[in-house]
C-alpha cells in the first residue's frame, strides 16, 4: 500500500523560501504523477502543482513564478520549494498520487482525480 | 471564488439520503473528469469517486458520483454520524490549466 509523508520546516519567515519534502514508500514514485496541493482556511484546496517521474511538470499559473517542483527517483521522493513567501502561503500543505493519462500521439490530456494522500504538514509563515 | 460551485453545507438524518451539487463550465466539468473526497475533521483529504463515477478499492456503495453536462452530483445512502465530514469536488480546468477544486460542502448527520 502506498503511503505519503510530507516534511519540512514549519515555520519560514516572510521573504524566504518554502521547502517541503515528500516521501512515497510501499511503492515506486515511477509511473505516476505526483501533486503537491495546499489548505487554507480561506482559500479551500489549491493545485500547486504536478510532476512525472521523467521530470515533466505543470505549476499553477497563479504561483508559476515562485514554484519548482522536483523528483528524486533514487530517493522516491518529491520536493517543492516556494520563494519569496507571504502571510498568504500560510497553508496545510499536502502531497498527492495524480491519475493522469497523456495520449503521446494526440496530446489528449484526461485527469482521473488524487487517490493517494500525505497526512499534511502545516507551514506558517511568520517573523 | 472558486470555479466550481457547491453548496456551503448540507444536513440529513442518519440513514437517510443526500445529495452534493458541484457546477462548472465547458472548460471543467463540461469536458473532464469529476472526482471526489471526502476530508475528515483534521485529517488528509480521501478519495471517494472518480472518473464521474467510478469508486475505488474500499469505498462503500453507499457513495455514488454521476455527471450531467457541467454538473457532478455526489450522493451519499444510508447516512451515518461517521459520514460528517467536508467533501469536495474536482477537476481539470482546461481553459486555466489548472486543477480546481470546489470550495467543499460541510455535511451534518442531524
Known amino acids: 500500500q502506498v503511503q505519503l509523508q510530507e516534511s519540512g520546516p514549519g515555520l519560514v519567515k516572510p521573504s524566504e523560501t518554502l521547502s517541503l519534502t515528500c516521501t512515497v514508500s510501499g511503492g515506486s514514485i515511477s509511473s505516476y504523477y505526483w501533486s503537491w496541493i495546499r489548505q487554507s482556511p480561506g482559500k479551500g484546496l489549491e493545485w500547486i502543482g504536478y510532476?512525472?517521474?521523467?521530470?515533466?511538470?505543470k505549476y499553477n499559473p497563479s504561483l508559476n513564478s515562485r514554484v519548482t517542483i522536483s523528483v528524486d527517483t533514487s530517493k522516491n521522493q518529491m520536493s517543492l520549494r516556494l520563494t519569496s513567501v507571504t502571510a498568504a502561503d500560510t497553508a496545510v500543505y499536502y502531497c498527492?498520487?495524480?491519475?493522469?493519462?497523456?495520449?503521446?500521439?494526440?496530446?489528449?490530456?484526461?485527469?482521473?482525480?488524487?487517490?493517494?494522500w500525505g497526512q499534511g504538514t502545516t507551514v506558517t509563515v511568520s517573523s | 471564488q472558486s470555479v466550481l460551485t457547491q453548496p456551503p453545507s448540507v444536513s440529513a438524518a442518519p440513514g437517510q439520503k443526500v445529495t452534493i451539487s458541484c457546477s462548472g463550465s465547458?472548460?471543467?466539468?463540461?469536458?473532464?473528469?469529476v472526482s471526489w473526497y471526502q476530508q475528515l475533521p483534521g485529517t488528509a483529504p480521501k478519495l471517494l469517486i472518480y472518473d464521474n463515477n467510478k469508486r475505488p478499492s474500499g469505498i462503500p456503495d453507499r457513495f455514488s458520483g454521476s455527471k450531467s453536462g457541467t454538473s457532478g452530483t455526489l450522493g451519499i445512502t444510508g447516512l451515518q454520524t461517521g459520514d460528517e465530514a467536508d467533501y469536495f469536488c474536482?477537476?481539470?480546468?482546461?481553459?486555466?490549466?489548472?486543477?480546481?477544486f470546489g470550495r467543499g460542502t460541510k455535511l451534518t448527520v442531524l
Open positions: 474536482g477537476t481539470w480546468d482546461s481553459s486555466l490549466s489548472v486543477v480546481v
Open positions: 510532476i512525472f517521474y521523467t521530470r515533466s511538470m
Open positions: 498527492a498520487r495524480s491519475v493522469i493519462v497523456i495520449i503521446p500521439t494526440t496530446q489528449n490530456f484526461y485527469y482521473y482525480g488524487m487517490d493517494v
Open positions: 465547458s472548460s471543467n466539468i463540461g469536458n473532464h473528469y
